[in-house]
């Protein structure tokens, strides 16, 4: 495994995903801390305030995983959020979808947004491993 992570964020509506996620982030011991929201507006107002990011978190974190798919803000709304931070912001931290959505046009949507990772759900250690060896 590459370097520790400080902070990574799972948001996610499904409790049993997010659960198992997670369980399978500490296994793998990728990160100090590991925050799961059920909702991407709660995700965001905390991660990043009010709508310019002007009142971060104590600190921003390394990796996102966002579910596309979620009542209320959906991941695509959660990107668009995102995307218009000041870059200063964005550089640190990577964005990563973790979707059961393999849809054409939901790949496309995605690819939009520059630098966001998009994986297949279950993440898996063999997908975690990758995406740290690209991104850290």
Known sequence: ??????????????????????RLLNRLEVAEQIHTFSKAEQAYQELWGGPNGEQPA???????????????????????????????????????????????????????YEGVEYLAKPLTEEKMEKLLKKRF
């Open 1 to 22: 495994m590459t370097k520790k992570l400080r902070n990574v964020v799972l948001v996610d509506d499904n409790e049993t995903t997010s659960f198992l996620n997670n």
């Open 58 to 112: 104590a600190e921003a974190p390394d990796l996102v995983f966002v579910d596309l798919k979620m009542p209320g803000m959906d991941g695509f709304e959660f990107l668009k959020l995102f995307s218009s931070l000041p870059e200063s912001v964005r550089e640190k931290t990577v964005m990563a979808v973790l979707t059961t959505s393999m849809h054409a046009a939901d790949t496309a949507r995605v690819a939009q």
